[in-house]
């Protein structure tokens, strides 16, 4: 209760500064409409209650919850009775996904000498919820596929394709071998993928100490980081190929859809994969011996790290259940007075690992609050124009499913209505962290100008800038400190993939935007028997203020999405970031080439083996045939479209604001609104990027070599990488047409406000 005091006087304090501020204009708003709107939204900011977020969690986080678990279904039937208690109207939609659970793990070292896996992450005394072994997931990898097996095991580092180019050069292979990688560097699902492409029989992921263990701080229970026997399970299914459930892609998993067979599931791994904790890791790692490793791969055991191949010998067994488990998205619904086929939709996943308090329940009770507040709300007379969806997902962890089978089953009406989904997932203290589609950027910058930090009580978008500043001065130039300072609008990071906003964005053509506050508290208990409500409340957001700053933020979106007259897309800072982006891979087939052609030279002269000490053993890099230079011209005509296009936007935007924006007010703007909506559809393309035709975005992709980490004009930018010189001039003339068709859309929609808006 003393902190709960400490808020109500701030509050106070603050207000009359608020109240003196000159409100800047909301774009998409006449002035009378936007005077209401920041009336709402500051009561609504007023609702979400660290208490409430508080209770949820415990509720929610209470027992392990993972698909297919009781829990799973009751918290789900739990939130649906809030929402109706509440008075929303909501409903629980289910699927049938494949989802395996082990059946059989056992993994030993039989050679030089002898050690079982524990392959078990023990209860901690403090720690009630760690004690509940009976309900809880063993650690595993979702989607491996079954195996025994026995090999040598080699060191891979974090096993991406660049550790493969070092093993080259130190002339080792990993062909029927087992490898042992350690997370991070990349998403966990493209290493057992790179090491099967190599020819690896097997894969082992460990979370070395470096990384989120003792060298980063205490361990748990006497700090936030992981213990030596703690475990992170998670998905290695293919998601970059499709997320979602791997026997239905691209339609709904309803109870009577088509299903591939188990064996033509393509999203599968390869080979056998199981995570391990660094206490079952150094054992093996301390068999092995070969070169030593480079000092960039050395983590921090005590030991010094040898690749291999052998003389560790490992057998690595892992067999699952393949069932078929029911999933229960809850959606609520507040239906729109004015234009109810636009949809602006807000989700967060509600399952987890084991019993996931910070993934994702810190999420999930941010979205819970946020639906209590707009209820309030619309109890007393606010009436959103466009509808509101509320999406609390099933299934998120293994691969997607809840969002993605939803999205797939109701993809025709969405592509139809929906105009923004907003997604956030774990969240914890510091910044307010936005990554999303650059059509939005301007407004969420809008939106984080309104919400008060909750530590510093400066708004969140200034302590945003200042942290960028700060960071930019250790790791920036001048120029990135200066805009930072300058650019009217903080620039926002693209979204690769790792949450739910995938099949909307990437799928479907929705822009979309994803929300969490984060960056001061670390942590190494992520997807462990030990995110839970203990350490939760020992070690990051304790007070959840940081939740209802969330919640506060998020909902601030959702309902300044909803109410305005027109949707407040920009195409300034769009156009920006494709210039920018353009710009990126432009030079990097310059770098690219530049880099073979020296490369090549030094083959010649006899760098490598002049200089490689004779006494270990090297390989010299081969030579390579030098790329032929692109044309990047049709990307540059589709900017100048584009170019084009937003000042004429622009130029309608600012008549239809003059005179308090009477024009809006007064005019009918279905159908400016949806020639907006058109937009972003039109940088998709049906037949998807080469190879992987599910993912439909031409500006925002997921990287098939990163997994989560984004890759920006996707076709041109990993053809580049991959060295696909006439794939690269091909996508390049694609993309092109993509920002030009996004140029007639922009066109279109300033035609459409002009006429409306006369
Ligand atoms: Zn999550």
Known sequence: MKQFSFYIVSLIFLAPQMRTAEPAPLQGYSADSARA?????????????????????????????????????????????????????ARIETYDVLFPTPKERALELIEPTRFTARL???????????????????????????????????????????????????????????????????????????????????????????????????TFPNGPY?????????????MPIYPGDPLTPGVGATKDAKRLPLSEAITLTKIPVLPISYGDAQPLLAALK??????????????????????????????FNWDTKTIYNVIARIPGSAYADEWIIRGNHHDAWVNGAEDPVSGTSALLEEARGLAA???????????IVLCVWDGEEEGLLGSTEWAEDHAEELRRKAAVYINSDTNGRGYLQVEGSHTLERFINGVARDVEDPETKLPVWKRMQLWR???????????????????????????????????????LGIASLNLGYGGEDGGGIYHSIYDDFYWYTHFSDTDFVYGRALAQTAGTAVMRLADAELLPYDFDDFTDTIRGYIEEVTKLAQEKREQIVER???????????????????????????PP???????????????????????????AAENGGAALAGAALRDANARLIAVERALTLDEGLPNRPWFKNQIYAPGFYTGYGVKTLPAVRESIEQKQWQLADEEIVRVGKVLENAGEAIQGAAAELTRAAK
């Open 377 to 387: 709300l619309a109890g007393q007379g606010w009436k959103p124009k466009r509808t």
């Open 37 to 89: 709107e920041r009336q709402w939204e500051a009561q609504f900011r007023a609702i979400p209650d660290p208490a409430a977020l508080r209770a949820y969690m415990q509720r929610l986080s209470a027992r392990p919850h993972h698909v297919g678990s009781a829990y799973d279904r009751e918290n789900a039937e739990w939130i649906l009775s809030q929402f109706k208690e509440w008075g929303l109207e």
């Open 629 to 655: 230079f692109l044309n990047f011209a049709p990307l540059e005509n589709g900017l100048a479209a584009l170019e084009g296009a937003t000042r004429l936007y622009d130029q309608a935007l600012a008549r």
């Open 226 to 238: 992981r213990p030596a026997d703690g475990v992170q399970r998670g998905s290695v299914m293919d």
């Open 600 to 626: 090549n030279r030094q083959i010649d002269e006899g760098v490598f083996a002049a200089t490689e000490d004779p006494r270990e053993k090297t390989v010299p890099p081969p030579r390579e045939a030098v």
């Open 469 to 507: 500043i700060a960071n930019l001065a250790a790791n920036g130039t001048a120029a990135d400190r200066q805009e930072a300072r300058q650019r009217a609008d903080l620039r926002i990071g693209a979204l690769g993939s790792g949450s739910d906003y995938t099949v909307f964005l990437d799928h």
């Open 290 to 319: 070969g070169p030593v490793a480079p000092e960039r791969w050395r983590g921090a055991l005590p030991i010094t790290y040898h690749i291999g191949p052998g003389p560790a010998k490992v057998h690595l067994r892992a067999r």
């Open 120 to 218: 078990a992450e023990p209860t901690v005394a403090d720690d009630p919820t760690s004690a509940q072994h009976a309900e809880q997931l063993p650690s595993y990898n979702a989607y491996s596929i079954d195996g025994d097996v026995t090999a040598p095991l080699v060191y891979v580092n974090y096993g991406v394709p660049d550790d493969y180019e070092a093993l080259d050069r130190l002339g080792i292979s990993v062909k029927g071998a087992i490898v042992i990688a350690r997370y991070g560097g990349s998403w966990r699902g493209i290493k057992p993928k790179v090491a099967a492409e190599h020819g690896a029989i097997g894969c082992l992921i460990y979370s070395d100490p470096r990384d989120d263990g003792y060298l980063q701080g205490d």
